[in-house]
């Protein structure tokens, strides 16, 4: 799973806008008529909006002034002019100005359809939980963290995101200098009445050029970089909330197979499910969705889509869910009494003790100090590298990725290593420069201008694709009958009147955990090379940082000695994987004792490896017969083992390799 929490969406001059101006700006609830921007914010109980961006400077504004609602009508409303384009125009009337002329002057360039965009920023969950049901000083560190998070990304969309398309086509592409302007707005909770700290960013798409005259920011952009923006600001605001308050992060599983999200260590999963009750709501309704989908058929009698849920299908299957159970808003009400009801139902239904509750921070910190006990803050860019690229070559599609993809890949890494804590500034620049350098190939053939930019160069891994654990493809379901959990065992008939969503809808398999697998493989494969040295561009030998990555059941048995008479050696008591881990993880100083394999993982890491084996050794055995048929003998290796030159994929065969 990842954790996007960072949305995105256009805002135009006209119904969106006046969405905006009717809803978004007062805390998502449903503003009176006839009633003044400022009292109906106070009358909802939230703050008023406030302005943010380098871009202030250029039109006369300061960071953190009230945002008033002509201001919001010229810049949102009236296809982008100046905030202040009332003033601007009174002052060039009064000083003998033609009406068009006061009105050119209160312009910013070309009048626009798409005024801006809603950048929607939300901390993950745990956040959430200690800014409600904590002390007023908690509240107000979270929400200081929040805010330089929010403003630190800004920042850095300013100042590698944003461009200004100019001259025929959008041939010229220039970053606005003076940066941009943002209007900021303060919402608490969600719409099933839940706490939700989060902050509605209307981002203009106004800015200035090099020679003075005013563009608008190429969109797609945008829409391009939210996951390394999502990524960024989870970074961000997680290692702001714990260096003020003392805590430490954790990855914690979600839906299993899927991405783990890093959550605040110490506070209880009840919790999170007790502010989840809109995520139950969408995970029923897509249940029925997906089973619809996968038992559809079109006139003939065939079936209208793919037997199983594909990852794309199952992400549209959500939003369609999202929509169809979105609840109405409610009535806004004030924060501190928000905060008091948060708290009574929360001891009284998530099933968490009281005293748990009232002393939620202490017991985070109690955690934090375990963790940063056991976890060392130490980043190897050289392994982060084989990471990334790794988890980016198989999540992404075709095995073709861009900068930005290992970008958003490189700062979760980060998040997993650090823990909470603060990193130096550009270490997830100097990851991605790394991966590419070392384990990516340019495959671009640009057509346009646009191809030929630093930021849209098209990569590859290096690896072969026999080099990679390989996806399974499921057989096809019978839609009258119930899937069952192993695939080589026979499925139970489907228990007669189970409504839709209550039996197990077949899903493509998840690329997750492929994608550790093929890192773990890649690593390995690394650390047998005479270039392992050169490689991590470090003095040390990789070996033993390997070894405390991978646990001993995982690695390849040692070579065989030259001479050997052929018989297996005697096998050597073994400890439990968990104990090796911790063992290994304890006397490793890199990044990877972050990982934090449990015994679980550790489990299925070690089937999935026993199942690759099985199905090396069934291919080696079928080969070996069709090699005795032929009369042919295999050549030797020195090391006695049969030499197999692996097969190299057709142009046809990529999805099925698994990408």
Not at 58 to 76: C, P
Not at 198 to 204: A, I, P
Not at 288 to 298: F, P
Not at 548 to 554: D, K, V
């Amino acid at each position: 799973m990842v954790c996007v929490t960072v949305d995105i969406r256009v805002v135009r001059a006209g119904q969106m806008y006046r969405y905006c101006l009717r809803e978004t700006v007062v805390g998502d609830g449903r503003r009176p008529a006839r009633t003044a921007l400022r009292a109906a914010q106070e009358q909802a109980g939230v703050p008023a909006g406030r302005w943010m961006g380098r871009g202030l400077a250029v039109l006369g504004l300061a960071s953190g002034e009230e945002v008033t609602e002509a201001q919001l009508r010229n810049l949102f409303g009236e296809r982008g002019r100046h905030p202040d384009a009332d003033r601007i125009e009174a002052d060039r009337l009064a000083e003998g100005a033609s009406a068009k002329e006061a009105f050119k002057a209160g312009a910013l360039g070309r009048r626009v359809t798409v005024t801006g965009v809603d950048l929607v920023f939300r901390p993950q969950p745990t956040i959430s939980l200690l800014w409600a049901l904590g002390d007023e000083e908690t509240r107000l560190l979270i929400e200081a963290a929040h805010e330089d998070a929010v403003g630190r990304v800004l920042e850095w969309v300013e100042d590698e995101v944003a461009v200004i398309r100019y001259g025929k086509d959008g041939i010229y592409r220039v970053r606005p200098p003076g940066g941009l302007v943002a209007a900021r707005f303060r919402h608490y909770e969600a719409r099933s009445g839940r706490p939700l700290l989060h902050d509605h960013v209307l981002l203009s798409v106004k800015g200035q050029r090099l020679d003075g005259k005013w563009g608008s920011i190429h969109t797609t952009a945008l829409h391009e970089h939210t996951v390394a923006a999502s990524a960024l600001y989870n970074e961000l605001v997680m290692a702001g909330v714990c260096e003020a308050l003392g805590l430490a992060s954790e990855p914690r599983t979600v839906t299993p197979g899927r991405r783990p999200v890093m959550e605040v260590a110490g506070v209880p999963h009840e919790l999170i499910r007790w502010t989840a009750r809109r995520g139950d709501q969408i995970a029923a309704c897509r249940a029925e969705l997906e089973h619809e989908y996968v038992t559809a058929l079109d006139d003939d009698g065939e079936p209208r889509f793919l037997p199983v849920v594909s990852e794309r299908a199952r992400a549209k299957l959500n939003r369609i869910a999202a929509r169809k159970t979105r609840p109405p808003k409610r009535k806004t009400r004030p924060l501190a009494q928000l905060r008091a009801w948060w708290k009574a139902s929360a001891i009284l239904t998530s099933g968490v003790a009281a005293d748990v509750i009232t002393s939620l921070l202490e017991r985070a910190r109690a955690a934090a100090a375990a963790i940063r006990a056991r976890v060392a803050a130490v980043v190897d860019i050289a392994l982060a590298a084989v990471d990334v690229v790794a988890m980016v070559f198989v999540m992404s599609d075709g095995g073709r990725f861009h900068r930005r993809h290992l970008l958003a890949e490189a700062r979760r890494h980060l998040a997993l290593v650090l823990r909470g804590r603060p990193r130096a500034p550009g270490l997830d620049d100097r990851i991605v420069a790394a991966a590419i350098a070392a384990h990516c190939v340019d495959i671009s053939e640009p057509t346009s201008v646009r191809g030929l930019e630093a930021g849209y160069r098209l990569y590859t891994a290096r690896w072969s694709l026999a080099d990679l654990p390989a996806r399974r493809r499921p057989p096809a379901p019978d839609p009258d009958r119930h899937p069952s959990a192993d695939s080589g065992a026979p499925a139970a008939p489907r228990p007669p009147g189970q409504d839709a969503g209550e039996w197990e809808v077949p899903r493509l398999p998840l690329q997750y955990e492929r994608a550790v697998l093929a890192g773990a493989v890649v690593r390995e494969k690394l650390r047998t090379t005479a270039t392992a040295t050169a490689v991590r561009g470090r003095a040390y030998d990789i070996a033993r940082h390997q070894q405390a990555a991978m646990p001993e059941q995982l690695l390849p048995p040692p070579a065989a000695v030259p001479g050997h008479d052929g018989q297996e050696p005697e096998a050597e008591p073994r400890e439990a994987i968990g104990l090796t881990a911790l063992r290994a993880l304890r006397e490793s100083r890199t990044d990877v004792e972050a990982l934090d394999l449990t015994a679980e993982r550790l489990r299925r890491l070690q089937d999935a490896f026993a199942t690759a084996a099985d199905a090396s050794r069934a291919r080696a055995d079928r080969y070996a017969e069709q090699d005795d048929d032929a009369d042919a003998v295999p050549p030797a290796r020195p090391d006695g083992q049969q030499a197999h030159r692996p097969q190299q994929p057709g142009p046809h065969r990529g999805r099925e390799a698994g990408h």
